[in-house]
């Protein structure tokens, strides 16, 4: 019988290792869990930019989730950049005739750098199929501006937002405030269709420079929820994992600042 916790990433990839399915599967191996892994976007980058990317052809997609059942469902899952509609509605339609956890759902659109990593109709896809069965969307404030079109530059208007966003079907909406500006609280909003809570951060100098932050934190949700923690637990522990993995945080190169997602892990486990 396997007791091994298992958690499955759906998204990009990043061949500086400091965000999508590279920094998930680190994430999860920093929180003690099994990570499988399906790449929907081959992502040419690095922590400074995105040169390019290559969606993933949706039976591609759908094949490497198909061969994983086969040996076994997850405990958890998240995604992350999908690219393109057809793989928005691939991954919904393998979360349905696969039983699988309701997931995480990072809505990665666009990349820090600028870059598109899913395409408008894919945002109406996602909006369609994918958020209403998430556990859980975690849009950064960009994100969360796009998908309640609504201007947010205050924590009242994040809470506002979330109950917007939530009304499209997923059951808890993170909102992560993190980028309001330095003379605001680094403030995160969680709202379950009953009540708000807010996860009170201290900033970190830098921090809003950081390269992959939202994949960490989604992943990290992911990971806890694959250890069985409910999820407003989950997402307490997953702010507290990026904050360990930022003030760890180190420079390659030229490029942003990458999060030590392993020495974060090991103060926790």
């Given at each position: 019988?396997?007791?091994?916790?298992?958690?499955?990433?759906?998204?990009?990839?990043?061949?500086?290792?400091?965000?999508?399915?590279?920094?998930?599967?680190?994430?999860?191996?920093?929180?003690?869990?099994?990570?499988?892994?399906?790449?929907?976007?081959?992502?040419?980058?690095?922590?400074?930019?995105?040169?390019?990317?290559?969606?993933?052809?949706?039976?591609?997609?759908?094949?490497?989730?198909?061969?994983?059942?086969?040996?076994?469902r997850p405990h958890a899952m998240k995604t992350g950049a999908l690219g393109e509609p057809a793989i928005v509605l691939e991954v919904?339609?393998?979360?349905?005739?696969?039983?699988?956890?309701?997931?995480?759902?990072?809505?990665?659109?666009?990349?820090?750098?600028?870059?598109?990593?899913?395409?408008?109709?894919?945002?109406?896809?996602?909006?369609?199929?994918?958020?209403?069965?998430?556990?859980?969307?975690?849009?950064?404030?960009?994100?969360?501006?796009?998908?309640?079109?609504?201007?947010?530059?205050?924590?009242?208007?994040?809470?506002?937002?979330?109950?917007?966003?939530?009304?499209?079907?997923?059951?808890?909406?993170?909102?992560?405030?993190?980028?309001?500006?330095?003379?605001?609280?680094?403030?995160?909003?969680?709202?379950?269709?009953?009540?708000?809570?807010?996860?009170?951060?201290?900033?970190?100098?830098?921090?809003?420079?950081?390269?992959?932050?939202?994949?960490?934190?989604?992943?990290?949700?992911?990971?806890?929820?694959?250890?069985?923690?409910?999820?407003?637990?989950?997402?307490?522990?997953?702010?507290?994992?990026?904050?360990?993995?930022?003030?760890?945080?180190?420079?390659?190169?030229?490029?942003?600042?990458?999060?030590?997602?392993?020495?974060?892990?090991?103060?926790?486990?």
């Amino acid at each position: 019988m396997n007791l091994q916790p298992v958690a499955l990433t759906v998204a990009g990839t990043d061949p500086s290792g400091g965000a999508g399915v590279q920094a998930d599967l680190k994430t999860f191996a920093a929180l003690g869990v099994y990570g499988f892994s399906v790449v929907a976007v081959v992502v040419a980058q690095n922590s400074a930019r995105v040169l390019s990317t290559a969606p993933m052809e949706s039976e591609t997609v759908s094949r490497q989730i198909g061969a994983l059942m086969m040996q076994m469902r997850p405990h958890a899952m998240k995604t992350g950049a999908l690219g393109e509609p057809a793989i928005v509605l691939e991954v919904a339609r393998a979360i349905e005739d696969f039983e699988l956890p309701p997931p995480v759902v990072d809505p990665v659109m666009v990349s820090s750098s600028g870059a598109r990593l899913l395409s408008e109709p894919g945002e109406a896809a996602m909006r369609r199929r994918l958020l209403p069965l998430a556990a859980v969307v975690t849009p950064n404030l960009a994100e969360a501006q796009v998908l309640s079109a609504m201007r947010i530059d205050s924590v009242g208007a994040m809470r506002e937002a979330a109950r917007v966003i939530h009304r499209m079907g997923p059951r808890a909406v993170v909102i992560k405030g993190g980028h309001l500006g330095p003379d605001q609280p680094a403030v995160d909003i969680m709202y379950d269709g009953k009540r708000c809570v807010e996860f009170a951060g201290e900033r970190i100098g830098g921090a809003s420079g950081a390269h992959g932050t939202g994949c960490a934190f989604s992943a990290a949700i992911a990971a806890w929820m694959a250890r069985g923690t409910e999820l407003e637990e989950a997402v307490r522990r997953a702010k507290l994992f990026v904050a360990r993995a930022l003030k760890y945080a180190f420079q390659l190169g030229e490029g942003r600042l990458m999060l030590d997602h392993l020495r974060a892990g090991s103060e926790e486990n």
